[in-house]
Nanobody
Framework: QVQLVESGGGLVQPGGSLRLACAASGSISTIYAMGWYRQAPGKQRELVAD???????IYADSVKGRFTISRDNAANTVYLQMGSLKPEDTAVYSCALGVIPSVPLYRAVNYWGKGTLVTVSS
């Protein structure tokens, strides 16, 4: 069993910054990709950022230049540094983990976190 625990969500003003963290624990043999999805009210869930092992991070066009994803492989933890936040970034952000080599998160997610709410509002 694998658990993903997110932290760092909350309320932030437009233009502000927030850092999310997700720690994976449990019976993990191999982690290929870790990343973040988000789902805003009334919208479909979308991939925000994905960082594969030894690969180049990918970002949704809507967050490029504002968000940065990083990983601490020793700690099985992924981070999402969010800057220049906009009201449209308001969503539940969920951590995602993939264990299939060479398969990115937008193709297959093996484990999900419960999600953390990010609200961007003045």
């Amino acid at each position: 069993q694998v658990q993903l625990v997110e932290s760092g969500g909350g309320l932030v003003q437009p233009g502000g910054s927030l850092r999310l963290a997700c720690a994976a624990s449990g019976s993990i043999s191999t982690i290929y990709a870790m990343g973040w999805y988000r789902q805003a009210p009334g919208k479909q869930r979308e991939l925000v950022a994905d960082i594969p092992t030894g690969g180049t991070p990918i970002y949704a066009d809507s967050v490029k230049g504002r968000f940065t994803i990083s990983r601490d492989n020793a700690a099985n933890t992924v981070y999402l540094q969010m800057g220049s936040l906009k009201p449209e970034d308001t969503a539940v952000y969920s951590c995602a983990l993939g264990v299939i080599p060479s398969v990115p998160l937008y193709r297959a997610v093996n484990y999900w976190g419960k999600g953390t709410l990010v609200t961007v509002s003045s």
